[in-house]
């Protein structure tokens, strides 16, 4: 691809993806849409992608950009430990803003369940690296179990510049519907400063569905629910005696039993594990005990009343840096 070539297919790009309002002409592609269809993709992991990308997006004036995608948690209830997602394009490389600067991960709830994302709160983020750039090679985040119920998105977004690219398009599976896929973000010349917490913040935020910007696509972004080697189960009879076995633990460390009522996105305020996020919410929180890990594997029995049948646990490994499991519930 010649230089002016490039620039003629940026220019045709943008022009293709003006939107109305004061965003006018502000989103553009590396390269213009493809149609195609690789068939229906097997779902072994919260995906919808092939594992390829056909084309980039990015801001024109540069700034923040979020690209984002809603799946349907497994059972109802689930706990993802690993968020996946591609850097770049093998097609267009180059337009990134490389290996090692910044990228951040999160997952985002979706209160009503109806897959559009301007009611979203975001339930866990972490800042990482960029790997893998221009390779199409999944980057695997391991993050700390984060539970999410009914329908929920993932995604990153990237700070970048004028003539960088960075959301990674899927434009030619054969699944892609609308009202999966999003952007949001904040632009430079917009105003305000870019909100991750919550997409549907208009005074930062704007946010767009692709299909109704003219690119529908499926974002390169994935979850598992299995890579976490840190697990968590319960047995046993509620009320009555429970056993908590657990396996994958960091060997020879103290770590707490804490039990809630509810799920949630705990935040430990303070003490040696202060940041470290919980799947478990505030409804009667508390330590139940304090066990060794020993070898990393191993389990303990103890009497649950009436009262808390139908609650969680989870597992917060005491160390530098904390872990925490899958979270289980009570019979």
Same mark, same amino acid.
């Given at each position: ?26 989103? =553009? ?31 024109? =004036? #540069? %700034? ?8 349907? =948690? ?19 490389? #180059? ?55 009914g329908r929920f998105f993932i995604g990153a977004w990237i700070t970048h510049s004028a003539g960088q690219f960075v959301a990674p398009m899927d434009t030619n ?55 976490? #080697? ?17 396996? %994958? =633990?960091? !060997? ?26 919980? #799947? ?20 303990v029995g103890g009497n649950a009343s009436s009262g808390a049948c139908g609650g969680y646990l989870q597992l917060v490994t005491i160390a530098n840096p904390c ?7 009570? !019979?």
């Amino acid at each position: 691809m010649t230089k002016s070539t490039t620039k003629f297919i940026l220019c045709a790009a943008a022009a293709a993806l003006a939107v109305t309002g004061a965003v006018n002409a502000q989103i =553009a592609l590396v390269a213009p849409p493809i149609s195609g269809n690789n068939g229906i993709i097997a779902q072994d992991e919260y995906m919808w992608d092939d594992g390829s990308t056909e084309d980039l997006l990015g801001w024109n =004036a #540069g %700034g923040t950009m979020a690209w984002i995608q809603w799946f349907d =948690a497994t059972g109802g209830s689930d706990t993802i430990t690993e968020l996946r997602i591609i850097n770049g394009s093998a097609l267009y490389p #180059g337009y990134g803003n490389g290996d090692g600067s910044r990228v951040d991960v999160g997952i985002w709830s979706d209160p009503n369940g109806d897959g559009e994302p301007s009611d979203s709160v975001l339930l866990y983020t972490l800042q990482t690296t960029v790997q893998n750039q221009d390779t199409d090679t999944y980057q695997t985040v391991a993050i700390t179990p984060t539970v999410v119920t009914g329908r929920f998105f993932i995604g990153a977004w990237i700070t970048h510049s004028a003539g960088q690219f960075v959301a990674p398009m899927d434009t030619n599976s054969g699944n892609i519907i609308a009202g999966r896929a999003y952007i949001f973000g904040n632009y430079i010349g917009y105003g305000g400063s870019f909100n991750p917490n919550n997409p549907g913040d208009t005074l930062n935020n704007v946010l767009f569905e692709m299909s109704d910007i003219g690119a529908p696509t499926n974002f390169c972004v994935r979850a598992s629910s299995g890579g976490g #080697g840190y697990t968590l189960s319960v047995g046993g009879n509620c009320p009555g005696t429970v056993q908590v076995v657990w396996d %994958g =633990a960091q !060997p020879s460390k103290q770590q707490a039993i804490v039990f809630a009522a509810n799920t949630g996105s705990y935040v430990v305020p303070s003490g040696p594990c202060q940041g470290t996020r919980l #799947g478990l919410g505030t409804r009667n929180l508390r330590v139940v005990n304090i066990v060794s890990t020993g070898n990393g594997s191993g389990q303990v029995g103890g009497n649950a009343s009436s009262g808390a049948c139908g609650g969680y646990l989870q597992l917060v490994t005491i160390a530098n840096p904390c872990e925490a499991s899958n979270v289980d519930q009570l !019979p």
